[in-house]
C-alpha cells in the first residue's frame, strides 16, 4: 500500500511526501509490517531548472487565448465592414430602382408624344421605334434593378441575423440615405502608423513571434545535461501489524540519502534537432512579420487612395449628370420643333440614366471606401463605437525585431 502527494515548483523543485506499506513474511517467522514515511527533495540545476524554462508552456497558452482575441477582433471587424458595404449597396439598389422608374416615366412619356406627332403626321412611323425600343430597354433594367435588390436584401438580412425575422421578410427599411460623406482625411501615414498597431492579424503575428521564441527557451534548455540535487529523508517503523508499525513511526529511527544525479547523454540529436527548427521557425516568423507588415501599408495606402478617388469621382459624376439633364433637355425641345429625332432623344434619356446612376454609385463607392479604410487601418470597430477583445495592441512597432 502506498501513497505519494508530489509538487513541482517554477524553480524546477520537485518535492514529494509518500507513505507506504509493505508485508514481508517468511516461512521461519512472524509476518513483519513495514510503513515507511519519506520526503523526497529534487532540484534542478541545470536541464529544467529556472522559471524561464518551467513557466514557458504556461505563458505560450497565455499567448494563445490572447491570440484567439485578435482573431476574433478580426472576425468582428470582416463582419462590421460587409455589413456596412452590404447595407450601402441595397442602398445603392433601392435609388437606383427610383432613377430607373423615373427613366421609365420619361420614356414612356417621350413614346406618347412621338405617337402623338405621327398620329398628326408632323413624324414618320419610322420614329417610334427608337421610343418604344427605349421604353422597352427601362422596363429590362427595371426587372434587373429589382432582382438586384431582393439579393442583396436577402444577403443583408443574413448578415444582420435579426431575431425573430427570417430572410423572407420585406419590412427591412433603411434610415440613413446615401449622401456624400462630411471627411477630412488625415495624412496617410497617421493611418498607417494606426494600423501598426491595431491590426488584428499583425498583433497575431507578433503573439506567434512570442510564442517562437519562448520554444526557443524550451529546447535551448533541452540541450544541457540532466544535473539534479537530491534529498530524501524518511523514518520508518516496524511490527508484527499495521497499526502498529504506524505507532512505531515516532521512534527515532530514520535514514538520509543526498547525493548528484548527472544524465548526459554523448549525442542529443534529437534536442539539438528541435532546437534547430525551433531556431529556424522563429527566423520565418520574424520574415513573416515584416512581409505582413509591408502588406498592411499596402493595403492601408491603397485604402486610402480609393477614397480620395471616390471623392472627386463624386464631383465628375455629378457634372456629367447635369451636362446629361441640359442634353436631354435641348434634345427633347428640338425634338417638338421637329429638329430631332426619337433615337436621339432615347439616346439622351439612356445618358442621362447611366449618368444619374453613376452619381450615385460614386456616392455609395466612397463611403465603401472609407469602410474599407477604417478596416485595413483596424479602427473599424473604435469609429463604430463597438467593444471587443484585442483593442490593447501586443507592443509598439519599433519594439519589433528587424529581420
Known sequence: IAATLSKSTPAGTDIAVGLSTTRQGSNQYTDAYVTRL??????????GAGTDTNLATLRQARLDTL???????GFAEALVATTEQTYWNLALSQRT???????????EQNLRETRERIRVGILAETEAAAAEAEVA?????????????????????????????GLGDDTLALRTPPVTPDLSLDPVETYVEVAMRMRADLNQARLSLERRELELVKTRNGLLPRLDLFVTLGKSGYAESFVNSLGNLPRRDYDVLAGLRLEFPPANRAAEARHARAFATRQQTELAI????????EDVRAAYIEVTRTREQIAATAATRRH?????????????????????????????LQAQVAEVGAVVGC?????????????????????????TAVRPPELERAP
Open 324 to 352: 446629361a439633364e441640359e442634353t436631354l433637355r435641348v434634345e427633347t425641345e428640338k425634338s417638338r420643333v421637329g429638329k430631332s429625332t426619337s433615337f436621339l432623344v432615347a439616346q439622351a434619356q439612356r445618358d442621362l
Open 137 to 165: 430597354r427601362r422596363q429590362e433594367s427595371l426587372i434587373n434593378a429589382r432582382s438586384a435588390l431582393q439579393v442583396t436584401r436577402l444577403h443583408l438580412l443574413r448578415l444582420l441575423n435579426l431575431p425573430g425575422r
Open 367 to 391: 463611403l465603401k471606401a472609407v469602410t474599407e479604410l477604417h478596416l485595413q487601418q483596424g479602427a473599424l470597430l473604435e469609429r463604430r463605437g463597438i467593444n471587443a477583445p484585442g483593442a
Open 38 to 47: 519519506g520526503l523526497t527533495v529534487n532540484q534542478a540545476l541545470l536541464r
Open 97 to 107: 430602382i427610383d432613377i430607373v422608374t423615373n427613366a421609365l416615366a420619361l420614356a
Open 67 to 73: 491570440a484567439s482575441d485578435f482573431e476574433l477582433r
Open 290 to 297: 515584416e512581409n505582413l507588415r509591408r502588406l498592411v501599408e
